[in-house]
């Protein structure tokens, strides 16, 4: 394995029975990148970060966090990184401070000066009993724990459930700290424009199968972005063919085109048409990601 990678996963497969939870998961995490990890619930997403966790055994196959495996360098791997699982589960009778010392215990470390400023940073009264905490409460002491030492790797699934607007946004700034530090994040989410707005790149997943790992940019790109422009005064249907560019809709002075790949020529065929509005917005993640999701019904190359 690369001593750049944080993880690498190999055939990586899971079966409940005769249930298939995942089927040959390749996946390549750099390490100091923000990696996503996409698809809907029941995709494969949760079960593929519990076996990084040692959760769960696969059925066959191999996962290694820093070049460790997961199985057998399980306690040592859980020293260098901060999970925050899509299921949180809590001991209700403890104050938020007792809780994270016991877990800060169980690394041999002290919860200290950190955990205190991450819920200072996140507004959270650690002298309440969790069982008093409401949802968001109890996602703001997931995080804390996930972060109070200063882990190098950290394994996130739908880290942001619960949390306000105003929360969620501290915890994107949260995210952007550590990986200026040059932490290794992996984000398992259904939010694309969380996704979009955090990671470099991104794997999908369908029913257990691993259809890409592709950057986000060039994903993006991908998309049939459409193209509206209305014109100071009417152009034959000759004179709107444009290059990389297939016109759907001509109604007077306004066109409607489906355009896909680099715009550059296109861009420069426009200049020479009597333009008077031009419609072209940025292709999002999300509708990359719809489009490719529903037109491919098995696994992809990666």
Do not use: W
Request: net charge neutral; with cysteine; proline share 4%.
């Amino acid at each position: 394995m690369s001593q750049t990678h944080a993880i690498v996963t190999e055939s990586l497969t899971k079966y409940y029975g005769a249930h298939r939870g995942i089927e040959g998961i390749d996946l390549q995490v750099r390490q100091g990148e923000v990696f996503g990890f996409l698809g809907p619930n029941g995709a494969g997403k949760t079960t593929t970060l519990r076996i990084l966790l040692d959760i769960l055994r696969p059925t066959s196959g191999a996962a290694r966090i820093f070049g460790l495996d997961c199985q057998k360098d399980s306690v040592a791997i859980r020293r260098r990184l901060g999970n925050i699982p899509g299921d949180i589960a809590l001991y209700d009778s403890l104050t938020g401070k007792a809780l994270l010392g016991l877990l800060a215990s169980f690394r041999g470390q002290e919860g200290g000066r950190r955990a205190v400023e991450l819920a200072e940073r996140f507004d959270l009264d650690l002298g309440r009993q969790v069982r008093a905490y409401s949802r968001g409460m109890k996602q703001k002491l997931a995080i804390i724990q996930a972060f109070m030492h200063d882990p190098d790797l950290y394994l996130l699934d739908e880290p942001t459930l619960g949390l306000d607007p105003l929360m969620q946004r501290e915890f994107y700034t949260l995210l952007h700290e550590e990986h200026a530090r040059g932490k290794t994040i992996f984000l398992s989410s259904h939010i694309l424009s969380e996704v979009e707005r955090l990671c470099q790149r991104v794997a999908i997943v369908k029913e257990g199968r691993l259809l890409l790992s592709e950057d986000v940019d060039v994903l993006k790109q991908r998309k049939v972005r459409k193209l509206q422009v209305r014109l100071k005064n009417e152009v034959s249907r000759e004179g709107l063919r444009l290059p990389g560019a297939e016109l759907v809709r001509m109604d007077g002075r306004e066109a409607e085109f489906l355009v896909q790949g680099e715009p550059g020529e296109l861009l420069r065929a426009l200049a020479g048409l009597p333009l008077e509005e031009v419609t072209f917005p940025e292709p999002t993640l999300e509708e990359a990601f719809l489009e490719f999701y529903e037109k491919t019904p098995e696994k992809a190359a990666v």
